[in-house]
C-alpha cells in the first residue's frame, strides 16, 4: 500500500506542493481516500484525515489555508455533521467551503448540510471529471462570494468614516454663530408660510363650510443632512452655499383631503403678491417611475427680521392623505437595511401607488356629488 499523503506530515508543505492549492479529505475509508487522492494529485496538494478530530486538528494548524474539504458524514467518534457544526462555531465555514462525501441520495440529508453550511455534494461512485469540475466550481464561487463581502465590509468601513466626518462637520456647523443665525431665518420662513395657511383655512371653513387641507407638517434639514448634501453635489459647505444650492432646508408639508384640493391650494398660495414660484415639479400628473405622487413647489417667502425684510427658499410639498401614507411607507423601505425581497415590495408599492390615485378621485367624484346634492 502506497503511503497517505498528509499522514504524518507537519503543517508546513514541502516546496514542490506549496505553489498548490490545499484540499483535505476527510474519510474513515481508506480505499475513499487512495481513491480521491489519485483523482486529485497533481492539481492540488491533498491532505488526509482519518475521523473528524483529525480533520479538526489539521484545520486549526492550517488556519484558514485549506482551499476546500472533502468531508464523509458517517465516521466513528466523531461524524461529519458534528465537524461542520464546529468549523461554524470557529468562523472556519466562512473561509473555507465543504463538499460533502456521499453514498446516499437522501434529500433531508442534503437539505440539513445545506443549512449547516456545506456547500456542495461529492456522489459514489466517484467519477473524475465530476469531482474536478465540482472542487472547481465551488473553489471559484466561494473566491467570488469572500471576495464580494469583503468589498461590501470595506464599503460598509468606508460609509462609517464618512459618517463620522459628517457627525464631525456637523456639530462644527451647529457651533457655528451665522449657521444659527441662518436656521433662525428658516424656521421664520417656516413660520409664515404656516400662518398664511392657517389664515386660508380659517377662510375656507367660514365662507365654504369646508376645509382645504387635513394637517400641516413642517421640518429644517439637520446639520448632517446639509453638510452631506453639500458635499456630494460638490459644494463648499458655507452659509452662502447652502442659501444658493439648497431649495429644501425649509420644508413644509401640506396633507389635502382631496387631489382638487390640492391644486386649488396651491394656486391661492403662489397667487399672493409677495410670494415667488421658483420651480415646480408635479408628481401627481407625471409620477415618478415608482409610484411616487406629490406637487412640489419650491417658493421665496419673505420673512421680517429687526434688519428688515428678506427672502427665504421654502420647499412645500401637497399630497393627499393616501399618498403621505404611501410615501412614509416607501421612506421605510427606501433607508431601511437588508430587506428581504425589497424588488417584490418595490413593485407591491407600484402598485398601491396607481390604487391610490384610482381611489383619491374616486373619493373625490363621490364628494362632488354628495356637494351637488346639498344645493
Not at 74 to 89: L, N, S
Not at 97 to 125: Q, T, W
Not at 244 to 254: I, K, P, Q, S, W
Request: aromatic fraction near 6%; include cysteine.
Amino acid at each position: 500500500m502506497r503511503p497517505l499523503a498528509g499522514q504524518g506530515e507537519t503543517p508546513c508543505m514541502d516546496e514542490g506542493r506549496k505553489s498548490m492549492q490545499r484540499i483535505l479529505v476527510v474519510d474513515d475509508a481508506e480505499v475513499n481516500r487512495e481513491l480521491l487522492l489519485h483523482i486529485l494529485e497533481g492539481e492540488y496538494a491533498v491532505e488526509m484525515a482519518e475521523d473528524g478530530e483529525g480533520a479538526l486538528r489539521k484545520l486549526q494548524e492550517c488556519k484558514g489555508e485549506m482551499a476546500a474539504i472533502l468531508l464523509d458524514l458517517h465516521m466513528p467518534k466523531m461524524d461529519g455533521f458534528a465537524v461542520i457544526e464546529e468549523m461554524g462555531k470557529n468562523q472556519w465555514l466562512r473561509k473555507t467551503p465543504v463538499l460533502v462525501i456521499s453514498g446516499e441520495d437522501a434529500v433531508e440529508i442534503e437539505n440539513r448540510c445545506f443549512e449547516l453550511g456545506v456547500s456542495d455534494f461529492i456522489h459514489k461512485p466517484f467519477v473524475s471529471s465530476v469531482i474536478k469540475n465540482r472542487i472547481r466550481n465551488t473553489i471559484e464561487l466561494f473566491a467570488c462570494k469572500n471576495q464580494l463581502e469583503q468589498k461590501v465590509e470595506e464599503q460598509r468601513e468606508t460609509l462609517k468614516r464618512q459618517d463620522e466626518i459628517i457627525r464631525i462637520q456637523a456639530e462644527k456647523l451647529r457651533e457655528a454663530k451665522s449657521f444659527n443665525r441662518l436656521m433662525l431665518e428658516y424656521r421664520a420662513a417656516i413660520m409664515e408660510v404656516e400662518t398664511r395657511l392657517k389664515s386660508l383655512n380659517a377662510e375656507f371653513s367660514q365662507e365654504y363650510n369646508r376645509n382645504p387641507f387635513e394637517s400641516i407638517k413642517s421640518r429644517l434639514k439637520t446639520p448632517e443632512s446639509i453638510y452631506g448634501k453639500l458635499e456630494r453635489k460638490g459644494y463648499p459647505v458655507t452659509m452662502e452655499s447652502i442659501k444658493e444650492h439648497l431649495a429644501d432646508v425649509a420644508g413644509v408639508r401640506v396633507i389635502c383631503s382631496f387631489p382638487d384640493d390640492i391644486y386649488r391650494l396651491a394656486e391661492l398660495f403662489i397667487r399672493q403678491d409677495d410670494i415667488i414660484l421658483l420651480r415646480k415639479k408635479d408628481y401627481i400628473k407625471k409620477p415618478k417611475e415608482n409610484g411616487y405622487r406629490s406637487l412640489h413647489l419650491i417658493l421665496s417667502v419673505p420673512i421680517f427680521l429687526s434688519e428688515g425684510k428678506k427672502n427665504m427658499k421654502v420647499e412645500m410639498q401637497f399630497r393627499t392623505i393616501a399618498m403621505d401614507f404611501w410615501a412614509s411607507l416607501e421612506h421605510k423601505l427606501k433607508y431601511k437595511k437588508d430587506v428581504a425581497d425589497a424588488e417584490g415590495i418595490v413593485e407591491k408599492l407600484k402598485a398601491c401607488a396607481d390604487s391610490i390615485e384610482m381611489l383619491d378621485y374616486q373619493m373625490q367624484g363621490i364628494r362632488n356629488e354628495i356637494d351637488r346634492g346639498r344645493r
